[in-house]
């Protein structure tokens, strides 16, 4: 069902969010990993304060909670909608200049800040879905960033409809607006029992009618070669390259397999992020991922064994690797609660949408907050193209999106007690 007396502010709400700052850095050791990210976070809080939503508050790590109130005389299940403030590291989300292309009618998109850059339908067929919708771009510098601030005004634009219209019957509702989801850490803080909920979504999705139940499972893996230092000059017979070794480990891994670049669908794969190091030590890093949470120590034990041929390779010289868990298939939890997607699914239909059920080839916040105990598919947001400098949005899909929340905040009213 449509929504009544809805007043959107998803576009005024997004193209003020990006030009705020909240770029997260993988290599910051503090929670938030940067600091700028509260920027946003501060603004949402007093925004929140500003609708009627009194508890609405900033944490020291960087989270924001806040609630909805109930509307019903009943309890019903607390259910929690869930975005992150942070941009991704591969563009520069700095000084974002967003542009509203209205009525979009299929020609080319140019940026007046890199007449290089072009965003069509040839290259991004999603936008012959599009024709007619009013889109958000950049101006060719920068990402958009929409990749989540999409989602973080879509949660802002439900509130403000539901506070604005009480007489909407919903349970009581908790926002969760978290930090440094781009590099992996979104969720390492949260407290789970401030937050109180008992299911959740994360709107951090793409297309139109796409919800997702699945994810990858993901570990991170270190391999650290070890040479043996020589002066240059005198080192025949002496000197081990780690560098050399690192290059021959990274050179044996499949070129036409197991790769981000050459898998698709549910195939896995083992990903080279990172090489550093010298001569006498140097380490390289991975990411593991499969839908299939037992493949990952099938992955690493090919990966090690490829790291003893290269170490036979190079006599004198040793590797150790380290294995670390990022997070898993959210499917595993969400199995077990079927009511969580259900009411998704009739979510969407009440919205006018076939739910077009997908599986994640990455992971969200909700797949760690599945395994912290609240299960949390992921929703649409029409972020596209994200992390690049072609990212954009249409706004009639954040719309959708909110009247998707509105009618499933209504659904899980219905299972009160």
Not at 84 to 97: R, S
Not at 153 to 171: F, K, T, W, Y
Request: hydrophobic share 35%.
């Amino acid at each position: 069902m449509a929504i009544v007396n809805y007043k959107s502010s998803v576009a005024e709400r997004l193209m003020r969010y990006v030009q705020v700052y909240t770029e997260s850095d993988p290599n910051s050791d503090t929670q938030p990993t940067t600091m700028r990210q509260k920027d946003l976070s501060r603004m949402l809080v007093e925004e929140l304060k500003s609708l009627g939503i009194a508890d609405a508050e900033l944490d020291e790590h960087g989270y924001v909670y806040a609630t909805i109130p109930s509307t019903i005389p009943n309890d019903a299940p607390v259910v929690c909608y869930c975005a992150h403030v942070d941009t991704a590291p591969d563009v520069t989300g700095e000084n974002v200049k967003p542009r509203l292309i209205a009525k979009y009618d299929g020609s080319d998109i140019k940026y007046p800040d890199d007449e290089t850059l072009t965003l069509s339908k040839e290259n991004h067929p999603y936008l012959k879905q599009r024709l007619g919708d009013d889109l958000i771009v950049a101006s060719g510098k920068t990402l958009l960033g929409a990749d989540d601030k999409a989602g973080v005004a879509i949660i802002m634009d439900l509130a403000q409809h539901l506070m604005q219209n009480p007489e909407i019957p919903h349970g009581k509702i908790r926002i969760l607006f978290t930090p440094d989801e781009e590099v992996g850490r979104g969720v390492n803080a949260v407290d789970m029992k401030k937050l109180a909920a008992d299911i959740g979504y994360t709107l951090d999705g793409g297309e139109r009618g796409s919800l997702e139940g699945e994810s990858f499972s993901a570990d991170g893996a270190t391999v650290t070669f070890n040479g043996v230092s020589a002066h240059p000059g005198y080192a025949k017979g002496k000197m081990v390259n780690a560098l050399k070794m690192a290059a021959h480990f990274v050179d044996s891994l499949p070129k036409d397999s197991w790769s981000p670049e050459t898998t698709s669908g549910h195939e896995g794969f083992v990903h080279p992020l990172h090489v550093e190091g010298g001569m006498e030590q140097c380490k390289v890093t991975f990411i593991v991922r499969d839908h299939k949470t037992a493949l990952l120590a099938d992955y690493e034990t090919r990966l090690r064994s490829m790291a003893e041929a290269t170490v036979k390779a190079f006599p004198g010289g040793t590797f150790s690797m380290e294995v670390s868990e990022q997070y898993r298939n959210m499917k595993e939890v969400l199995d077990t609660v079927p009511e969580v997607m259900e009411l998704a699914v009739k979510a969407y239909e009440a919205s006018g949408l076939n739910a077009e059920i997908h599986s994640i080839r990455g992971g969200t916040d909700g797949s760690r907050l599945s395994f912290m105990g609240l299960p949390c598919p992921n929703i649409f947001t029409g972020e596209m193209a994200i992390h690049s400098k072609l990212e954009y949005v249409s706004v009639q899909d954040m719309e959708k999106a909110t009247e998707v929340l509105v009618n499933l905040s209504q659904l899980w009213a219905k299972r009160s007690k």
